[in-house]
């Protein structure tokens, strides 16, 4: 994922807020990101809107981030786990 973001320009701190997102998404389910999909976003979505009462841009922000491709924590800021994205 950082990558992907880094190769498309994005701001550094565009970058840091979509990897926290991916990661609190990720923490949301215990599960890994890889391995969720459109009824957890869905679910997710609700969450973010509901419970933590975010602001509907701040909302589809982190939806924007959930939906970029490569959606990988391992492939952030360390060492990998797995297959190259």
């Given amino acids: 994922m ?3 973001l ?7 701190s565009t970058i840091r ?9 990720a923490a949301y ?24 009462k975010l602001a509907t841009g701040t909302v589809q922000n982190r939806m924007t981030a959930l939906r970029c491709p490569n959606r990988q924590p391992d492939s952030v800021g360390g060492a990998r786990s797995g297959a190259n994205p």
């Fill in 29 to 52: 389910f215990h599960t890994p990101p890889d391995q969720l999909g459109p009824k957890e976003l869905s679910q997710f979505q609700l969450h973010l809107l509901r419970d933590r």
């Fill in 2 to 4: 950082l990558e992907e």
């Fill in 17 to 25: 807020g979509y990897i926290r997102t991916v990661r609190d998404f």
């Fill in 6 to 12: 880094q190769r498309r320009n994005f701001a550094p």
